[in-house]
Nanobody, 117 residues
Framework: QVQLVESGGGLVQAGGSLRLSCAAS????????MGWFRQAPGKEREFVAG????????YYADYVKGRFTISRDNAKNTVYLQMNSLKPEDTAVYYCAANTGGAYDYWGQGTQVTVSS
């Protein structure tokens, strides 16, 4: 079992920055990949970024590449999403997820990010 709790969301103006955090508990954090997803109103949930167990490999959706950075601190059981140059279309509920069995099988409750124009 893995428990995930996101934080760091909020309201920011276009061009601004936010850093999301996701604290994990339960199964050994350093043993599995993590990811960030988002869901905007009326849209399906979409992948944002992923990171392998060590932090040595990262992956990004094209629409955030160059603006967002995913990282993890295995000593703190936490994964981060640094979001820069935010756009109104980045407005969504952001979720972190753990991939413990070949797919993202544990999810946090989400944190709202709102970018005003």
């Amino acid at each position: 079992q893995v428990q995930l709790v996101e934080s760091g969301g909020g309201l920011v103006q276009a061009g601004g920055s936010l850093r999301l955090s996701c604290a994990a508990s339960g199964r050994t954090f350093s043993s599995y990949p993590m990811g960030w997803f988002r869901q905007a109103p009326g849209k399906e949930r979409e992948f944002v970024a992923g990171i392998n167990w060590s932090g040595g490999s990262t992956y990004y959706a094209d629409y955030v590449k160059g603006r967002f950075t995913i990282s993890r601190d295995n000593a703190k059981n936490t994964v981060y999403l640094q979001m820069n140059s935010l756009k109104p279309e980045d407005t969504a509920v952001y979720y972190c997820a753990a991939n413990t069995g070949g797919a993202y099988d544990y999810w946090g409750q989400g944190t709202q990010v709102t970018v005003s124009s």
